[in-house]
């Protein structure tokens, strides 16, 4: 190689770093730009073979001007021949789970029915399986060539993964024209690499070199003046300057000065229209078969280029021949011999195969994709590898054209490649269909691009449903899409209001159910609908009166629960409801049915008091996306929603790692999706408890979290949030300005419970100052719907609120009702802020002792910070350390079983030791786990639960469920300052186990299963 000394430099040093063994050792990234023709396919081909001789594995690609529709056509050339021979139980082990993520992505196995992987989650998969090659098979070099030419969806994964090189015994190298590369593939331009380096830009021969080039071929006897026009000529394209050479020796040119003016017609011959006149003059079939080649691409099967071309295979190898001799086709290159890849025929430079490709008549061309379509599929290759092809043809009305471009579609859909399959049913739209298969097709398009098209989503639905539908079931379908991607556009009305008119015109009762479950659904998340408390009337009604038999009545019957929450009805009734949902597996990706209903069943029971029930629903709903190969909105969710219960319980630091790892995942969604709403105002809510308001704020105005608020419902409702961080901050009256304006959007809708947004009890201490009756007013009614929900987490936090507020000769008595409930609730925060507010009260050591450990217990810095400064100006010493452990103890064992007896029914066997025989099977020991959950019985271990007898958001006090007397008053032993201690061991208890006093019973079950 001439002029490449500086490049292959750095090629030998990066390979001596990635085969090294020193502290500087490992891998990197190298990038080398230019136009065409200036070496680079060349200079990889070198690198390749320096590192076959340092013993690397090579993984090699390159991307194809024809092939950059076809769906990860790269990532197959770089891990499929590594994987070539595999059986499929061997692939099954080798991948685990990933299998059926990546599997159809990398052509090792078809697609399986069901919800197919997001483009996030197969990047994930992608992401696995090069790094498990990386690490099985180091040291790796990975070389793609034409990176510009690679098709959207390899290229996106491989610009992602690149920074990862330099963590890896991996060199990762790319060559592209830096004119023709993608926006998303700017790792390659920029190189994220520890060298800090740019891109290596290749530059033209210097004269020298040229004439270097000239006389190795042709002579030293070529002088001065031939060897400067051959430069001249070429302007220092090495490809033209080589191929120039090899024409002056075929043709017998003599190198010399009187030659030179015939070296401009020479070098004119070997691109563009000089190149298709010496390609006429091979003859007619050599012409069909270097078409037939072009048309085909890289990697040429000659049986299939002969089929194209008409031609039988004798004359099939002729015209190969012949093409060779001219220079414009070359066998498998050494390289890849050498790395022995099924390699086809290639065109000797891509320059060659874009000339030939543009020289063929435009009618002749579109017609030759139509015949290397159907040899395509003849040939077995599948009708994803003929889609590419029927792309480029024109509208014939071919049935045989649709039926192959919806059988792609499909395949590329369920392999994780949405934008290919939209492009594919949209030429096929354009075919255009049969008129009864229209409608068909136009929903098919909008499945495929509502994650890219929102906007075209709607319009091919809506299209889809102007057309005369035969089929019912799929008539259903287009509506329930319709309406999801309406609700997901944040048109929560529209999604509605295009059910609602599906429903009147649905005579089959079941799939008339079914619509009314998805407009109830989409109506609970529409934070401005007109009529909430008629509909949930008619929710009320209608789940009353099923008995979960199916999905679809336990998804109506899931909603009730969510909507007896929100409107604050007795903790019994929602547990009651969720409890019914339950009794049958729930699957949360399940693929025609979404997964917001199984996440509205689990944070119910986290506002009933139930968060280690939510928790155990979530850990394995999240799982469930894993599997399902779910990694980017929905794995979100479940991060960011995880991280809301483990708030709840009072583990903030875990709370805001899980709320963090949400966010990391919703930044790769896009800003100002839902999901990003939900975890930036989770993680707010976090920082704020952790005391680091200055933090909250910075990342509240990175993230432009404030108005205008989102359309649809959030929890934590996001204005409220707002409103809370603007009161951290000591701006009560622009806090007190939010906080009404959620009650003016919350009240008329019903919504009024306190456990599920405390707006009341924020806008009090907003207003307490100005306004102290207010303030009280305020409290006193938020802390009567808490004890109306029966929630021991709501009651106590609007009791401390309504301590904070009240005249001095109350609070105490409101403080010390605070923390006899909470010390039986999971809201371990809640106790610690309860604790903290009573012991400064009282002045009392002991009670600011506890609160302190709570506090730290619990993450709560600041709080514990502030409280140990009050502790130490009382008198009292400073505590060290928590002894708290993680699992439970044995005290806290029998203290929860000592609770389950005194609170258990007369109708239940408790054995002989007077324990259920759950309870009395558990392990004993010092420090057992906790439980994963705590389960969920029908009547929540608060007695029998019964449908509210008033209507639903009716004013508290007017259902006729029993009261939930245990939770609203202090139970036996849980009285402060002048009653008996409070039972800590218990309350430590209820805290791990991640329950109420109340749902003992059910978690003390779940944990012996658990410990089992």
């Known amino acids: 190689m001439v002029e490449r000394e500086t490049e292959l430099a750095i090629v030998d040093e990066a390979l001596d770093q990635l085969t090294?063994?020193?502290?500087?050792?490992?891998?990197?990234?190298?990038?080398?730009?230019?136009?065409?023709?200036?070496?680079?396919?060349?200079?990889?081909?070198?690198?390749?073979?320096?590192?076959?001789?340092?013993?690397?594995?090579?993984?090699?690609?390159?991307?194809?001007?024809?092939e950059q529709s076809q769906p990860f056509h790269v990532a197959r050339q770089l891990i499929q021949p590594q994987l070539a021979g595999t059986s499929e139980q061997e692939l099954r082990a080798a991948l685990g789970s990933w299998y059926a993520i990546v599997g159809p992505a990398l052509g090792l196995c078809a697609p399986e029915q069901g919800a197919p992987p997001d483009p996030q989650g197969l990047r994930d998969g992608l992401d696995w399986v090069l790094t498990h090659l990386v690490v099985q098979r180091a040291p790796v070099?990975?070389?793609?060539?034409?990176?510009?030419?690679?098709?959207?969806?390899?290229?996106?994964?491989?610009?992602?993964?690149?920074?990862?090189?330099?963590?890896?015994?991996?060199?990762?190298?790319?060559?592209?024209?830096?004119?023709?590369?993608?926006?998303?593939?700017?790792?390659?331009?920029?190189?994220?690499?520890?060298?800090?380096?740019?891109?290596?830009?290749?530059?033209?021969?210097?004269?020298?070199?040229?004439?270097?080039?000239?006389?190795?071929?042709?002579?030293?006897?070529?002088?001065?003046?031939?060897?400067?026009?051959?430069?001249?000529?070429?302007?220092?394209?090495?490809?033209?300057?080589?191929?120039?050479?090899?024409?002056?020796?075929?043709?017998?040119?003599?190198?010399?000065?009187?030659?030179?003016?015939?070296?401009?017609?020479?070098?004119?011959?070997?691109?563009?229209?000089?190149?298709?006149?010496r390609l006429e003059r091979l003859g007619?079939?050599?012409?069909?078969?270097?078409?037939?080649?072009?048309?085909?691409?890289?990697?040429?099967?000659?049986?299939?280029?002969?089929?194209?071309?008409?031609?039988?295979?004798?004359?099939?190898?002729?015209?190969?021949?012949?093409?060779?001799?001219?220079?414009?086709?070359?066998?498998?290159?050494?390289?890849?011999?050498?790395?022995?890849?099924?390699?086809?025929?290639?065109?000797?430079?891509?320059?060659?195969?874009?000339?030939?490709?543009?020289?063929?008549?435009?009618?002749?061309?579109?017609?030759?994709?139509g015949k290397a379509a159907a040899a395509v599929v003849d040939a077995g290759l599948g009708a994803s590898a003929a889609a590419r092809h029927l792309l480029e043809t024109h509208p014939e009305n071919d049935p045989w054209v649709v039926r192959t471009l919806r059988e792609a579609a499909g395949e590329n859909l369920r392999a994780g490649a949405p934008e290919a399959a939209r492009r594919q049913l949209a030429r096929a739209l354009r075919e255009p269909p049969d008129f009864d298969e229209r409608a068909a097709v136009l929903y098919e398009l909008g499945c495929a691009s509502l994650l890219t098209e929102p906007a075209n989503t709607v319009n091919h639905l809506r299209a889809a449903l102007a057309e005369p539908i035969d089929d019912p079931a799929l008539r259903q379908g287009i509506v329930i899409r319709l309406a999801q991607v309406l609700a997901h556009s944040d048109r929560l009305a529209e999604a509605s209001e295009s059910l609602a008119r599906e429903i009147a015109h649905t005579p089959d009762v079941r799939a008339r159910l079914r619509l009314q479950s998805k407009q109830f659904m989409w109506d609970a998340f529409n934070a401005a609908e007109t009529d909430s408390p008629a509909r949930s009337r008619r929710l009320a009604r209608l789940a009353d009166r099923l008995t979960g038999r199916d999905l679809t009545e336990r998804y109506v019957i899931g909603l009730r629960a969510w909507d007896a929450c929100l409107r604050?009805?007795?903790?019994?009734?929602?547990?009651?409801?969720?409890?019914?949902?339950?009794?049958?597996?729930?699957?949360?990706?399940?693929?025609?049915?979404?997964?917001?209903?199984?996440?509205?069943?689990?944070?119910?029971?986290?506002?009933?008091?139930?968060?280690?029930?939510?928790?155990?629903?979530?850990?394995?709903?999240?799982?469930?996306?894993?599997?399902?190969?779910?990694?980017?909105?929905?794995?979100?969710?479940?991060?960011?929603?995880?991280?809301?219960?483990?708030?709840?319980?009072?583990?903030?630091?875990?709370?805001?790692?899980?709320?963090?790892?949400?966010?990391?995942?919703a930044e790769r969604v896009g800003r100002g999706t839902p999901v990003h709403w939900y975890t930036i105002a989770i993680l707010i809510t976090t920082l704020l408890a952790r005391g680091r308001t200055d933090e909250a704020w910075e990342l509240a105005r990175e993230h432009e979290f404030g108005r205008p608020f989102p359309a649809a419902v959030v929890f934590p409702d996001s204005q409220t949030v707002y409103a809370e961080l603007l009161l951290a901050r000591g701006d009560t009256k622009a806090a007190a300005a939010e906080l009404e304006e959620v009650d003016r959007r919350l009240t008329p809708r019903g919504i009024q419970n306190p456990a599920w947004c405390p707006w009341r009890l924020y806008l009090a201490r907003a207003v307490a100052a100005e306004d102290p009756e207010r303030a009280r007013a305020l409290a006193a009614d938020a802390l009567r719907r808490a004890r109306a929900f029966g929630a021991p987490s709501g009651i106590g936090q609007a009791l401390r609120v309504a301590a904070e507020v009240a005249a001095p000769r109350d609070r105490a008595g409101l403080l010390r009702e605070a923390v006899a409930v909470l010390a039986a609730s999971p809201a371990g925060y809640e106790l610690a802020r309860a604790l903290a507010a009573l012991g400064t009260e009282l002045r009392d050591e002991d009670l600011l002792t506890r609160a302190v450990v709570t506090a730290r217990e619990c993450g709560a810095d600041a709080l514990a910070a502030e409280t140990a400064d009050t502790l130490l100006g009382v008198g009292g010493g400073f505590p060290c350390g928590s002894s708290r452990e993680d699992g439970l103890t044995e005290e806290e064992l029998r203290a929860a079983r000592r609770a389950v007896r005194a609170?258990?029914?007369?109708?239940?066997?408790?054995?002989?030791?007077?324990?259920?025989?759950?309870?009395?099977?558990?392990?004993?020991?010092?420090?057992?786990?906790?439980?994963?959950?705590?389960?969920?019985?029908?009547?929540?271990?608060?007695?029998?639960?019964?449908?509210?007898?008033?209507?639903?958001?009716?004013?508290?006090?007017?259902?006729?469920?029993?009261?939930?007397?245990?939770?609203?008053?202090?139970?036996?032993?849980?009285?402060?300052?002048?009653?008996?201690?409070?039972?800590?061991?218990?309350?430590?208890?209820?805290?791990?186990?991640?329950?109420?006093?109340?749902?003992?019973?059910?978690?003390?079950?779940?944990?012996?299963?658990?410990?089992?």
């Open 284 to 369: 007619p079939s050599t012409v069909r078969f270097a078409w037939a080649c072009a048309i085909l691409g890289t990697a040429i099967p000659q049986d299939l280029a002969a089929r194209v071309a008409a031609l039988g295979t004798e004359e099939a190898v002729d015209a190969t021949g012949r093409l060779r001799d001219a220079r414009i086709l070359s066998a498998a290159t050494e390289a890849s011999a050498t790395e022995n890849t099924d390699a086809g025929l290639e065109f000797v430079h891509p320059l060659i195969a874009t000339a030939i490709y543009r020289a063929i008549p435009d009618a002749l061309r579109v017609a030759l994709h």
């Open 903 to 1012: 609170e258990t029914a007369p109708d239940v066997d408790f054995g002989p030791a007077g324990e259920s025989p759950a309870v009395a099977a558990m392990p004993s020991g010092r420090a057992m786990a906790s439980s994963p959950g705590s389960g969920a019985v029908p009547d929540g271990g608060r007695g029998t639960a019964s449908a509210p007898g008033g209507e639903p958001g009716a004013a508290p006090g007017r259902a006729s469920a029993p009261a939930p007397a245990p939770a609203t008053a202090p139970a036996a032993g849980l009285t402060v300052d002048g009653g008996p201690e409070p039972d800590w061991a218990l309350s430590d208890a209820c805290r791990k186990l991640g329950t109420d006093r109340s749902g003992l019973k059910a978690a003390l079950e779940a944990f012996a299963r658990s410990s089992r």
């Open 568 to 665: 604050g009805e007795p903790v019994d009734v929602v547990l009651h409801h969720a409890g019914r949902v339950l009794e049958q597996g729930f699957s949360w990706a399940h693929e025609d049915r979404g997964f917001e209903v199984p996440v509205l069943v689990a944070m119910a029971h986290m506002y009933a008091d139930r968060p280690g029930r939510a928790d155990e629903l979530f850990e394995a709903g999240t799982a469930e996306f894993e599997r399902q190969g779910w990694r980017g909105a929905h794995l979100s969710f479940g991060y960011s929603l995880r991280a809301y219960i483990r708030f709840r319980r009072g583990r903030l630091a875990e709370a805001e790692e899980l709320a963090r790892a949400g966010l990391q995942l």
């Open 141 to 277: 070099t990975l070389v793609l060539d034409d990176a510009h030419w690679a098709d959207p969806e390899s290229l996106g994964w491989l610009a992602a993964y690149a920074p990862r090189a330099e963590h890896l015994p991996l060199l990762l190298v790319a060559a592209y024209r830096p004119d023709e590369l993608p926006a998303h593939a700017d790792a390659f331009r920029t190189l994220p690499g520890r060298a800090g380096q740019r891109p290596l830009s290749l530059a033209p021969l210097t004269a020298p070199a040229v004439a270097t080039l000239v006389r190795e071929t042709i002579g030293e006897h070529a002088d001065d003046a031939f060897c400067k026009e051959a430069w001249a000529v070429t302007t220092g394209n090495p490809f033209e300057t080589v191929e120039l050479t090899a024409k002056i020796q075929d043709k017998g040119l003599p190198p010399v000065e009187a030659s030179a003016p015939l070296l401009r017609d020479l070098a004119a011959a070997q691109r563009g229209s000089g190149l298709v006149a």
């Open 20 to 66: 090294g063994t020193g502290p500087d050792a490992g891998g990197t990234l190298l990038a080398f730009s230019g136009p065409a023709g200036l070496g680079k396919t060349t200079l990889l081909a070198e690198l390749r073979r320096r590192a076959h001789a340092r013993s690397c594995t090579v993984l090699a690609a390159r991307g194809g001007e024809q």
